[in-house]
């Protein structure tokens, strides 16, 4: 007897996605906000949308895996994760990826690269991802969308849900990671309640040789990191079409540990930064951490005005503290002289989204509405002391000043929109949109350099076909643009040359055209994507890492995709492809691979994996391709194998976790980045070179009641 598959779909707050697994149940479509901001059945979407379902989300984290990892293997065009705190390079079809919780951007106009590091996977439903271009939320997106869809409540008596696990290389004592999580929910028919808690500690890691790994510099990661995420919803039904909803949270995650990096040339003649160590009595003022906190409330009313209504009111604060870091400082009478630093910088996000769905006939249905929101940004630096740096070899951090680090700035942005669909045949579905975004931006003054205000704005359109052959399979053709921002922290305050109201920014816009399939039938689950998407401007950085916009021309194209086979007896086969290519118009009109340190890694993943409901295996291959571009620069492949083994039991769910089974020893594609970006003005190359893992064990255990 054939299974019954239920196609998934993610549609929060604008896109769609394609289920990655299959479930026995009866065939129905699980509605998402990703591909259209409203509850929409995948089938409905002309695009490729991937949805990870908390099954096997759970089944990634208990095998060992972050969240961002699990995605990176999960999503097909997401490239894999870089391991470390920092999600920088993950992109999605090789450009930059908007990411969300229940439709609230964690993205900021200063580009941060931490919107990983912001929720614990336990407080997760489910994963929504749109690939490709997209302008439904604003900017950011030019490579797709993620929306994290959280945990709610539920009718009924109170249910619980508690987990704890410990992943270990068995390097050494403090090579472990522990995790604890607890949640409750509870209602009736009118009001539910979910607060979920969810902690990690981690402790050191390993790479494939045995050796400790060399803390992240750059941009930090983490080892001897604390987490605690705290997820509450109230749920309250108005009237019988009247429903709102108000989320809460609390997410903290940083440095507690006393390992760091010795620099034993610092106070040399001529000091240097060769010849570092990891050692222990590391301590400073101001340790790697992630701090957020959201607030986020969401009223629909089913008939106003003959429409379904939709609002949003949100707000989002993050700071974000980074490591002591070293600047060479040309003002010191030593050669080679080093100032060690650490900035804080802070975003502060308020909005009021309102949307209308109306259906205009049997075959002709509109969605149309209005986005209003605030930035503000600021950020400072923390100088340390010379004296108690040099004599402590970089393990000492303390406080000396503390002066601003960029020029802060405020951006209001006020955005219109409209999305038609026409169900032309039985088969034939159309659709086009257009969105218009104002931005207006006020910058400080900074270190004698004056602010200023100027404004831009973006007009964005997209258009599709979607074409259903009735007998599983779906075709569809689009066109869509999407844009993105330079950052203002980093592109003003850097010389007086570059003054706020003469130098306008102006957002960067990216032109996509897609062509995908999907088919889901029988035994086999199916999607894939051709795509090619274009812009006429780059962002890149200067050697100090400031940014600057080029006026070449950029284009990525490509092939996603993903497979599974559903055998008898449990057993299930598949994986995913992502080949991509970037290439950047030379000064003379050539066409030249992109710069390595922007540039998309292809990959692969390939699974087999057996369950009977009560014990389950699955071995997984990741693979990263290599990569090199036409100034030599290279990024080495890998490849690893994890193992995840389950059982359940009347105590609960046991599972054991095996990741990078053969102990592979490489560098992630981030470390060679940041060897490329910060080697050799900030110094040596392997103080930036962040290896990966070597092979763990993770013993997860989890119950519900």
Do not use: C
Not at 372 to 382: I, V
Not at 611 to 633: M, T, V
Not at 667 to 688: D, H, K
């Amino acid at each position: 007897m054939k299974k019954t598959l239920t196609l998934g779909l993610a549609i929060a707050t604008g896109a769609t996605p394609f289920a990655l697994q299959a479930q026995q149940t009866e065939t129905q479509e699980t509605l998402v906000v990703v591909g259209s901001r409203t509850p929409t059945q995948i089938s409905q979407i002309p695009g490729a949308v991937w949805i990870v379902e908390q099954q096997e989300l759970q089944q990634q984290i208990e095998g060992g895996a972050d969240f961002k990892t699990a995605l990176g293997r999960l999503v097909p065009g997401l490239d894999l994760a870089p391991q470390g705190r920092t999600n920088y390079g993950q992109n999605l079809r090789g450009r930059s990826v908007q990411v969300l919780i229940d439709g609230v951007s964690l993205n900021g106009s200063r580009g941060l690269s931490r919107q990983f590091d912001s929720i614990d996977p336990f407080n997760i439903e489910r994963v929504e991802v749109l690939s490709g271009a997209s302008s439904l939320y604003g900017g950011g997106a030019t490579g797709g969308i993620i929306n994290i869809v959280t945990r709610h409540g539920e009718s009924g008596a109170p249910r619980g849900r508690s987990e704890a696990g410990v992943t270990t290389g068995f390097n050494r004592s403090d090579d472990r990671d522990f995790r604890l999580a607890q949640s409750v929910s509870a209602g009736n028919d009118r009001v539910q309640g979910y607060l979920g808690v969810a902690y990690q500690d981690n402790g050191r890691h390993f790479d494939g040789a045995g050796e400790e790994i060399f803390p992240d510099i750059a941009q930090t990661d983490l080892q001897d990191n604390r987490s605690i995420d705290i997820l509450g919803n109230l749920g309250v039904d108005l009237a019988a079409n009247q429903r709102l909803d108000i989320t809460a949270q609390l997410y903290r995650s940083g440095f507690e540990g006393e390992r760091g990096v010795y620099f034993p040339n610092l106070d040399a003649a001529s000091p240097d930064l060769n010849d570092a160590e990891i050692r222990d009595g590391y301590r400073s003022d101001r340790d790697p951490t992630t701090d957020r906190r959201l607030l986020n409330l969401q009223y629909h009313h089913g008939d106003l005005l003959g429409q379904d209504f939709y609002l949003q009111a949100f707000h989002r604060e993050e700071d974000a503290n980074f490591q002591a870091f070293p600047y060479p400082d040309p003002h010191w009478s030593a050669p080679n002289a080093y100032e060690f630093r650490a900035s804080q910088q802070n975003t502060r996000l308020s909005g009021l989204k309102a949307l209308f769905d109306a259906e205009l006939g049997e075959s002709l249905s509109l969605r149309y509405g209005l986005d209003l929101d605030r930035e503000n940004f600021d950020a400072n630096q923390m100088i340390f002391s010379q004296g108690a740096t040099d004599a402590s070899g970089g393990l000492v951090q303390s406080a000396a000043r503390v002066e601003p680090r960029y020029p802060g700035y405020e951006i209001d942005t006020t955005s219109a929109f409209a999305q038609g669909d026409w169900q032309l045949t039985e088969a034939l579905q159309l659709s086009a949109g257009l969105r218009h975004q104002r931005m207006d931006v006020a910058v400080d003054d900074f270190r004698g350099i004056p602010g200023g205000e100027n404004d831009y704005d973006a007009t964005l359109f997209n258009a599709s076909a979607l074409y259903d052959f009735g007998n599983g399979h779906q075709s569809w053709l689009r066109y869509s643009q999407g844009f993105e921002l330079p950052d203002p922290a980093k592109y003003y305050g850097k010389s007086a040359s570059v003054s706020v109201a003469e130098n306008p920014l102006s957002a960067i816009e990216t032109d996509q055209i897609e062509l995908g399939w999907r088919y889901q039938g029988g035994d086999w689950m199916a999607q894939a994507a051709a795509y090619y998407s274009w812009s006429d401007r780059a962002v890149e950085n200067d050697t100090d890492l400031s940014v600057v916009v080029v006026d070449q021309d950029k284009r990525d194209y490509g092939l996603e995709g993903a497979v599974t086979r559903y055998f008898d007896h449990g057993l299930e086969a598949g994986g995913t492809l992502h080949l991509t290519r970037s290439e950047q118009r030379s000064a003379a009109g050539e066409w030249e691979k992109r710069d390595a340190r922007y540039a998309s890694v292809s990959a692969a993943t390939a699974f087999v994996g057996w369950s009977d409901f009560q014990r389950s295996a699955r071995l997984q291959a990741n693979h990263a391709f290599d990569l090199e571009d036409d100034a030599d620069r290279r990024i080495d492949g890998f490849t690893t194998l994890d193992l995840t083994l389950g059982q359940r039991t009347d105590l609960g769910r046991f599972s054991l976790g095996v990741q990078n089974l053969l102990d592979e020893q490489y560098s992630t594609v981030w470390g060679q980045r940041a060897a490329m970006f910060y080697s050799p003005y900030y110094g040596p190359e392997y103080l930036y070179d962040y290896q990966g893992r070597g092979r763990t064990y993770t013993l997860t255990w989890s119950l519900e009641y």
